[in-house]
Nanobody, 116 residues
Framework: QVQLLESGGGLVQPGGSLRLSCAAT????????MKWFRQAPGKERELVAS????????NYADSVKGRFIISRDDAKNTVYLQMNNLKPEDTAVYYC?????????WGQGTQVTVSS
């Protein structure tokens, strides 16, 4: 079955960096668009970044443009989110996701906390 496993979260000071990873199994990763979402306490889940397949086109939320980079390694069935110049407002649980047919699939999430 489809499984998405995020890792790489943690506590970081403002201005710091983290790299999130999401290992995927159970579907044809190279054919699937991949997305990162986040959800802060009391807020709705929001789309942070997405990446297509062959051309690897990327899109970002305005709030992270210029600071976050999404990438993928199809040989490792893994999608990454490089997060630079982190701000306290980036604190959230980060989820990777894909859509297969009519269904959204989610990982369990990884906590990112930006605090001094």
């Amino acid at each position: 079955q489809v499984q998405l496993l995020e890792s790489g979260g943690g506590l970081v000071q403002p201005g710091g960096s983290l790299r999130l990873s999401c290992a995927a199994t159970g579907f044809t990763f190279s054919s699937s668009y991949m997305k990162w979402f986040r959800q802060a306490p009391g807020k709705e889940r929001e789309l942070v970044a997405s990446i297509t397949t062959v051309h690897r086109s990327t899109n970002y939320a305005d709030s992270v443009k210029g600071r976050f980079i999404i990438s993928r390694d199809d040989a490792k069935n893994t999608v990454y989110l490089q997060m630079n110049n982190l701000k306290p407002e980036d604190t959230a649980v980060y989820y990777c996701s894909t859509v297969i047919g009519p269904n959204y699939y989610w990982g369990q999430g990884t906590q990112v906390t930006v605090s001094s």
